[in-house]
Each structure stands twice: as structure tokens, then as C-alpha cells.
């Protein structure tokens, strides 16, 4: 830290992503991406006449991707706020709605990134209990008075809300914003989008990070009633208009417009995930109901720090979370089914090795 840091960033915790490891050799199972490579389109439109405008500046209305994005979703273009990745939305929503007296309102156990933004802006937070089986309970969360983020389904836990209690909750906030992180939703949730032509307090933030196979392109995007939106589109042009480079938008084009791969790679993912807690299930650990590209689970008597360690020893990379009352969880992203079935042979094995030395 420089002696120029302003006062209020110098306590700032930085959010701290999962780990990206040099060792290839890993089965990587610790950041939720895509076991599936993105839309095969997406190897045509990148070619060398593509690199060659790169010269150029991107489209800074992204008119091309956010129309496609509208398309999908069923709702206008002038709905969509196109983003460097969700968190970029979340970021600007945070810094577009929260405010220093209002503050924000967010589950205990969620996604991290929310806490970091909070602390970004010093905004006052209320950080709300989940229930002992790890569900949310929409009545904690009416009438706040404050903006509310909700990741839909929730991280790390995978349990997803219905629409009608989003509702609900909407109901019961008409004067704040409320935020519905959908970086998830496409695997087996129902999503708020519909919701967004009814109320004018719902943004629906989503990403193309998991479900399209694209987190190193860093597509995300916002849905919401038009002046939301607008105000998202000012933090957007008074920081960086050009957020979205020309290659990342071709891919989100192309991403949008193949709906059947889209679909069978989340019916993939389901399936194998299905596999997994059943599996999972069979030997004895705790997994709760996802509706993600990921379980949240835990051992019946070893502690989270030690599977994590002897799951890494095995060449398998998975994320847990130094939390309280979580600390004994993995977070296993849903690989391919050979992955899952590696996974499976190494719990095997380390349960083999136990029953020999005891
Ligand atoms: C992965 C994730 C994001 C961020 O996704 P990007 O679009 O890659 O920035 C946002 N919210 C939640 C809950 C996530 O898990």
C-alpha cells in the first residue's frame, strides 16, 4: 500500500477469486465454469479478419449483442444493459442504488463479491441469517427499506427461491431496488425476467460466465424496466463506454442465437449433477438440493479443510470457504461425467485406505 492510498480504501478486503492454477494437470472443479467448450459458431466468427478490426473501438451501445440478449429473453433491447462480466452490473448497481444512508440488505451466506462492493462504497449492510437448512425465507426480507441483493440460486449453496416468493419480496420493497443474481438460474431455477415488465424496482442480473461457457470472454448483463436500466447505461458511459470488447460481443451474439446447444449443455450439466449427489448421497455426505452447475456438500465425519486437502493431493481442485457454520462444505463445480466419475474413484479410494489402517 502506497502512502497515497485514500483513508477509505485502506482497510479494504479485496474479494479473492478461486483459485486459477497454473497446473493444467488439474480437474478443475473450484470456479463453476463450463466443462463444455462455448457455442461451435464462436470458432468460425473469431478469425483473422475479426482480429483485424481490432483497430476499431468496440460498439459502446452494444446494439448487435444486447438485441440478441433481448431476443432470447423475450423482452427490448432498450431493456438490456450489456457488461465486463456480471459483476460489473453488480458493481454499477451497487454504486447506481445503495447509497450511504439507504444501504443494502443481502443473505449471511451468499456471494462473496457483495460484501466487497459494500465495503468499496461504505455502505451500511444488514446481513440476513439463512435458515438452519440453508434455505432463505422471502418474509426476512420484506420491508427493509433498503436495496437487496439475492443470488438466484443462492452461493455457495445451490438452493434456489421460486419466482413467487421474488415476488413477494418485490411486493413488500416497492420504494428500494431489488437485485436477482440469475448467474445460475440456467440450470433448473425459473428466472424473474418476466417480473421485470411488472415492477420497476427488479434488476435482473445474469451472466454468460457458467451456463454459455464464456467466462473468459466477460459477458454479463442487467434486465430491467427502462430508467433502471438508463441508470446503469450513466455509471456505464461516465466510466468506461467500451467495456465490451468486439471479439467477447461476437461470442455473446453467437451464444444467444444457438439456443438448442445452450440447452442441451444445461440438460447435460443437470444430468451429470443429478449423478453426482445421488453418488454422493450413496457415500454418505450431506448435499444439499442445487439448482446450479455446482453441489454444496460435506463429509458425515471429516472436516472440509482435510477433503479439501486430500482431494488436491488426488489432482482434484474444488473450493471451500472459511466461514462459519459453512467451513466443513465443498463447493464441487459439475465437471463432464468423466470428471464426476474421477472425483467418485478418488473418494473411493480414500475410503479404502481408511477401513485399511483403521
Ligand atoms: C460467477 C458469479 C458472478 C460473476 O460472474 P461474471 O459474469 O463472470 O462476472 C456473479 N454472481 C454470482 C453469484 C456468481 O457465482
Given at each position: 500500500?502506497?502512502?497515497?492510498?485514500?483513508?477509505?480504501?485502506?482497510?479494504?478486503?479485496?474479494?479473492?477469486?478461486?483459485?486459477?492454477?497454473?497446473?493444467?494437470?488439474?480437474?478443475?472443479?473450484?470456479?463453476?465454469?463450463?466443462?463444455?467448450?462455448?457455442?461451435?459458431?464462436?470458432?468460425?466468427?473469431?478469425?483473422?479478419?475479426?482480429?483485424?478490426?481490432?483497430?476499431?473501438?468496440?460498439?459502446?451501445?452494444?446494439?448487435?449483442?444486447?438485441?440478441?440478449?433481448?431476443?432470447?429473453?423475450?423482452?427490448?433491447?432498450?431493456?438490456?444493459?450489456?457488461?465486463?462480466?456480471?459483476?460489473?452490473?453488480?458493481?454499477?448497481?451497487?454504486?447506481?442504488?445503495?447509497?450511504?444512508?439507504?444501504?443494502?440488505?443481502?443473505?449471511?451466506?451468499?456471494?462473496?463479491f457483495y460484501q466487497v462492493y459494500a465495503d468499496l462504497y461504505n455502505l451500511n449492510v444488514k446481513k440476513i441469517p439463512l435458515k438452519?437448512?440453508?434455505?432463505?425465507?422471502?418474509?426476512?426480507?420484506?420491508?427493509?427499506?433498503?436495496?437487496?441483493?439475492?443470488?438466484?440460486?443462492?452461493?455457495?449453496?445451490?438452493?434456489?427461491?421460486?419466482?413467487?416468493?421474488?415476488?413477494?419480496?418485490?411486493?413488500?420493497?416497492?420504494?428500494?431496488?431489488?437485485?436477482?443474481?440469475?448467474?445460475?438460474?440456467?440450470?433448473?431455477?425459473?428466472?424473474?425476467?418476466?417480473?421485470?415488465?411488472?415492477?420497476?424496482?427488479?434488476?435482473?442480473?445474469?451472466?454468460?460466465?457458467?451456463?454459455?461457457?464464456?467466462?473468459?470472454?466477460?459477458?454479463?448483463?442487467?434486465?430491467?424496466?427502462?430508467?433502471?436500466?438508463?441508470?446503469?447505461?450513466?455509471?456505464?458511459?461516465?466510466?468506461?463506454?467500451?467495456?465490451?470488447?468486439?471479439?467477447?460481443?461476437?461470442?455473446?451474439?453467437?451464444?444467444?442465437?444457438?439456443?438448442?446447444?445452450?440447452?442441451?449443455?444445461?440438460?447435460?450439466?443437470?444430468?451429470?449433477?443429478?449423478?453426482?449427489?445421488?453418488?454422493?448421497?450413496?457415500?454418505?455426505?450431506?448435499?444439499?438440493?442445487?439448482?446450479?452447475?455446482?453441489?454444496?456438500?460435506?463429509?458425515?465425519?471429516?472436516?472440509?479443510?482435510?477433503?479439501?486437502?486430500?482431494?488436491?493431493?488426488?489432482?482434484?481442485?474444488?473450493?471451500?470457504?472459511?466461514?462459519?457454520?459453512?467451513?466443513?462444505?465443498?463447493?464441487?463445480?459439475?465437471?463432464?461425467?468423466?470428471?464426476?466419475?474421477?472425483?467418485?474413484?478418488?473418494?473411493?479410494?480414500?475410503?479404502?485406505?481408511?477401513?485399511?489402517?483403521?
Amino acid at each position: 500500500m502506497s502512502r497515497f492510498l485514500d483513508k477509505r480504501l485502506q482497510n479494504l478486503e479485496k474479494y479473492t477469486p478461486g483459485e486459477q492454477p497454473k497446473n493444467t494437470g488439474l480437474i478443475k472443479l473450484n470456479t463453476n465454469e463450463s466443462p463444455f467448450a462455448p457455442a461451435p459458431e464462436i470458432m468460425n466468427i473469431i478469425n483473422s479478419s475479426e482480429a483485424e478490426k481490432l483497430r476499431l473501438y468496440p460498439d459502446p451501445d452494444t446494439k448487435e449483442l444486447s438485441e440478441a440478449i433481448a431476443g432470447f429473453l423475450g423482452v427490448k433491447s432498450e431493456n438490456i444493459c450489456t457488461g465486463n462480466g456480471s459483476d460489473d452490473m453488480l458493481n454499477f448497481a451497487f454504486m447506481a442504488f445503495c447509497g450511504t444512508e439507504k444501504g443494502v440488505a443481502f443473505p449471511e451466506i451468499s456471494y462473496g463479491f457483495y460484501q466487497v462492493y459494500a465495503d468499496l462504497y461504505n455502505l451500511n449492510v444488514k446481513k440476513i441469517p439463512l435458515k438452519d437448512d440453508f434455505t432463505i425465507d422471502c418474509r426476512d426480507y420484506f420491508g427493509l427499506s433498503r436495496t437487496i441483493f439475492i443470488a438466484n440460486p443462492n452461493a455457495p449453496t445451490g438452493i434456489a427461491l421460486s419466482v413467487d416468493e421474488i415476488e413477494r419480496i418485490l411486493i413488500e420493497n416497492e420504494d428500494v431496488v431489488v437485485v436477482i443474481d440469475e448467474a445460475y438460474v440456467d440450470f433448473g431455477a425459473e428466472s424473474a425476467v418476466k417480473l421485470t415488465k411488472k415492477y420497476d424496482n427488479l434488476l435482473v442480473v445474469q451472466t454468460m460466465s457458467k451456463s454459455r461457457s464464456l467466462a473468459g470472454a466477460r459477458l454479463g448483463y442487467a434486465v430491467g424496466n427502462k430508467e433502471l436500466i438508463d441508470d446503469l447505461k450513466l455509471i456505464k458511459f461516465s466510466t468506461n463506454p467500451y467495456s465490451i470488447n468486439r471479439l467477447s460481443s461476437k461470442c455473446g451474439v453467437a451464444s444467444m442465437l444457438d439456443v438448442k446447444y445452450f440447452e442441451d449443455c444445461c440438460n447435460e450439466i443437470i444430468k451429470t449433477r443429478e449423478f453426482l449427489l445421488d453418488n454422493l448421497t450413496k457415500r454418505g455426505f450431506f448435499t444439499l438440493i442445487s439448482s446450479a452447475n455446482f453441489v454444496f456438500t460435506k463429509h458425515r465425519d471429516r472436516r472440509g479443510s482435510e477433503m479439501y486437502d486430500i482431494l488436491r493431493d488426488n489432482g482434484i481442485l474444488v473450493r471451500r470457504f472459511e466461514k462459519k457454520g459453512i467451513e466443513d462444505f465443498l463447493r464441487i463445480t459439475i465437471g463432464s461425467q468423466s470428471e464426476m466419475e474421477e472425483l467418485l474413484r478418488v473418494l473411493d479410494k480414500m475410503e479404502e485406505n481408511n477401513a485399511k489402517n483403521s
